[in-house]
């Protein structure tokens, strides 16, 4: 069964902390793993696609990486608008076009 | 930047009535989804729809659960008699074609209350 895992489950951080997410994940056959951001009371706001391991993709303070069993979402020097939970999803060969998606990782940053 | 829009952002609704939750994708998008997320949950796939047809549902998806193109821009999903746990967000997504290199972009959600 396809399965995705995220953690920590909640991250506390303070202003300029980097740190790493992570998504395991357990498909038969990856067509994409996507990070997605969740503001409270909104819906997921896309951030990346990967496709393949060993590749990363960076939008300003983030970057997300790919291995063949998980993802990373690094946040360098982190800033309080970086506040959200950060969802990660997967598309498999044998399911369609739906995303499985992980419980999330919330990410608090304090100044 | 073009969005998916959903309405209402909340409905409260009886038990046993039927509701219908409303969502105009992006314009040139083919590809269509709902989604839900019950409280402290993670996000489950409901149905995706292509071509005027349902190309793939979930186990939630059952006789109760209906959605619909009723026109060129609305897409709708209906639930007929509802239960208490249907209460969840909501949420409908699109994209332009069924592949990776083309994400899913959602809307807001609505909250659904059952009462």
């Known amino acids: 069964e396809d399965q995705v895992t995220q953690s920590p489950e909640a991250l506390r951080l303070q202003e300029g902390e980097s740190s790493s997410l992570n998504c395991s994940y357990t498909?038969?056959?990856?067509?994409?793993l996507f990070w997605y951001r969740q503001d409270p009371g909104k819906g997921p706001e896309f951030l990346f696609t990967?496709?393949?391991a060993g590749e990363e993709k960076e939008k300003e303070r983030l970057k997300a990486t790919l291995t063949k069993k998980e993802s990373f979402l690094h946040i360098t020097a982190p800033k309080p608008e970086d506040s959200a939970t950060y969802l990660c999803a997967v598309h498999s060969r044998n399911q369609g076009g739906k995303l499985i998606f992980g419980q999330g990782t919330e990410l608090s940053v304090k100044p | 930047e073009p969005e998916v829009t959903q309405t209402p952002s909340h409905q409260v609704t009886q038990m046993g009535q039927e509701v219908i939750l409303r969502c105009v994708p992006i314009?040139?998008?083919?590809?269509f989804y709902w989604y839900r997320q019950i409280l402290g949950q993670k996000v489950e796939f409901l149905v995706s729809f292509y071509n005027n047809e349902i190309s793939e549902k979930s186990e939630i998806f059952d006789d109760q659960f209906s959605v619909e193109r009723p026109d060129g821009s609305n897409f709708t999903l209906k639930i007929r008699s509802t239960k208490l746990e249907d209460s969840a967000m909501y949420f409908c997504a699109s994209s332009p074609e069924d592949r990776s290199n083309q994400p899913q972009h959602f809307g807001d959600g609505t909250r659904l209350s059952i009462l």
């Open positions: 314009s040139n998008h083919l590809y």
């Open positions: 990967l496709y393949s």
């Open positions: 498909v038969s056959g990856l067509r994409g």
